[in-house]
């Protein structure tokens, strides 16, 4: 069985900073997502990889596969970038979810 | 594509009541999962349909719990009797290409069993 830990739990940053969440897994996957859940909200796809990285918008998503980790960094953070952040290892139908990290962005 | 539709997107009911969740998963993927998300457990996998048919249901937690896909574009969670315990946030998710790709969440469903 896959164990994903994610790091921080939580994290507070001032808007503007840059800020970068982990993501370890115990098994070789094929693939690892990135998911955005907002209070009270439905879970959104941010990314899905394979290997190296990915970008959208402020948003960038690395895997080192041998190393089996992958991190998710947000650049000039935004109020609205507050969510909770899950990492979750393996394709849609093998997924193990992270614990994942509540992160706050204060104005 | 209007995403993975669920409802609906609250629902209270007294225990020993049934409650149905619906999904309509995107258009022209073959597979779909239905999840619960606690405080306590975080996401877990209840079942796994591939083309319409349940692949993987070890994560049930019950008889009172089950699932149906008619057919491509509709599936249903059914929990009879409800208990509080049952309390969660249900997610449906669909994927293409047998589920080995990218997963695309609804918004939840957000059940509350008094």
């Keep these: 069985k896959n164990e994903v830990e994610q790091s921080p739990q939580n994290l507070t940053a001032q808007?503007?900073?840059?800020?970068?969440?982990?993501?370890?897994?115990?098994?070789?996957?094929?693939?690892l997502h990135w998911l955005q859940q907002h209070p009270g909200g439905g879970i959104?796809?941010?990314?899905?990889?394979?290997?190296?990285?990915?970008?959208?918008?402020?948003?960038?998503?690395?895997?080192?596969?041998?190393?089996?980790?992958?991190?998710?960094?947000?650049?000039?953070?935004?109020?609205?970038?507050?969510?909770?952040?899950i990492c979750a290892a393996g394709s849609a139908r093998q997924l193990t979810f992270g614990s994942g990290t509540q992160l706050t962005v204060l104005p | 594509d209007a995403g993975v539709i669920q409802s609906p997107?609250?629902?209270?009911?007294?225990?020993?009541?049934?409650v149905t969740l619906r999904c309509k998963p995107i258009s022209g993927h073959n597979s779909l999962f239905w999840y619960r998300q606690t405080m306590m457990r975080g996401l877990e996998l209840l079942i796994y349909f591939?083309?319409?048919?349940?692949?993987?249901?070890?994560?049930?937690?019950?008889?009172?719990?089950?699932?149906?896909?008619?057919?491509?574009?509709?599936?249903?969670?059914?929990?009879?009797?409800?208990e509080p315990r049952d309390s969660a946030?249900?997610?449906?998710?669909?994927?293409?290409?047998?589920?080995?790709?990218?997963?695309?969440?609804?918004?939840?469903?957000?059940?509350?069993?008094?």
């Design chain 2, 89 to 114: 946030v249900y997610f449906c998710a669909s994927s293409p290409s047998g589920g080995t790709g990218e997963a695309f969440f609804g918004q939840g469903t957000r059940l509350t069993v008094v």
């Design chain 2, 50 to 82: 591939n083309n319409n048919v349940p692949i993987d249901d070890s994560g049930m937690p019950e008889d009172r719990f089950s699932a149906k896909m008619p057919n491509a574009s509709f599936s249903t969670l059914k929990i009879q009797p409800s």
């Design chain 1, 44 to 85: 959104v796809s941010l990314f899905m990889l394979s290997s190296g990285k990915k970008k959208h918008g402020r948003l960038i998503a690395t895997i080192n596969i041998q190393e089996k980790h992958s991190s998710l960094h947000i650049t000039a953070s935004h109020p609205r970038d507050s969510a909770v952040y």
């Design chain 1, 15 to 31: 808007e503007g900073e840059f800020i970068t969440i982990n993501c370890s897994y115990s098994v070789g996957i094929s693939a």
């Design chain 2, 9 to 18: 997107r609250h629902e209270v009911t007294e225990m020993g009541q049934e």
